[in-house]
């Protein structure tokens, strides 16, 4: 019998974190030994938000480093994970009917590379990327990824990277232990509350949570990967949140794994 991969959303935060060694860092660096090693890597990042859904094809994608304002270090980052072609097309095989494109421009972004660094720091397993089809509705991504499940029984391990609260505008820049707002706190302790629960509807159906909602998810980029991890839990599967805490007062880091 095959070995089911664990599914994980990973809050990735501020990428300058990803330059040190911190509580996160090390979290994610004890993910990666606990995981049996998988066959492929496909990442869901809140940073490939576009008008469609496509699957990078490249057999070596580059690392983009898709931000500004950061330091030089951070900009030379390399994470040299080969592709896979092959990985791409049984994706777009599982996610038939639906349009899926299949793509050789874009590499890995640093919502995907960022947290791999430390989670396989060899860079020897093939990395996939999915986008997120910024048209679609919440639910639409939770269907879609219910297509993908068999893939756990492959030796594909999912990650989706985002993060649950993630407020740009309330950011404390210079200061990533500030502590975190009412609102951040609320938002993410209900939405914790319904993954518990598998309420997988309330946590579809965020934006009802009101103020707490506008304020925690400004924009949906970075809550939709969660909704990829969610849709591959099985019937009473058990589910662990094995980083947490709060980036600038207003970034969950919270983990969330299944499995």
Known sequence: MSTLMPAFFIGHGNPMITLSKNTYTEAWEEIGKLVPRPKAVLAVSAHWYIS???????????????????????????????GSPELARHIKDLLSPKAVELDNDWGLDH??????????????????????????????????????ASLREE??????????????HAYSWGNSAAQ?????????KQIREFILKSDDASV????????????????????????????????????????????????????????
Not at 69 to 76: A, I, Q, S, W
Not at 155 to 168: A, E, K, R, T
């Open 180 to 188: 975190p707002y009412d609102w951040a706190v609320r938002f993410e």
């Open 52 to 82: 469609s859904s496509a699957v990078t094809m490249s057999t070596a994608p580059s690392t983009i480093h898709d931000f500004g304002g950061f330091t030089r270090e951070l900009h030379e980052v390399q994470y040299p994970a080969p």
């Open 111 to 148: 919502g995907t590379w960022a947290v791999l660094r430390h989670l396989f720091p060899k860079a020897d397993i093939p990395v996939v990327q999915l986008s997120i089809d910024r048209t679609k509705p919440a639910e639409y991504h939770y269907e879609l990824a219910k297509r993908l």
């Open 204 to 259: 579809i159906a965020f934006e009802k949570l009101g103020n707490d909602a506008m304020l925690s998810v400004p924009s949906p980029d970075h809550f939709l990967p969660l909704l990829y991890i969610l849709g591959l839990r099985k019937e009473n599967e058990e589910v662990k949140f094995p980083v947490e805490g709060f980036d600038g007062g207003s970034m969950s880091m919270l983990a969330v794994q299944i499995g």
């Open 155 to 168: 030796g594909v391990l999912v990650v989706g990277s985002g993060n649950i609260v993630h407020s740009l």
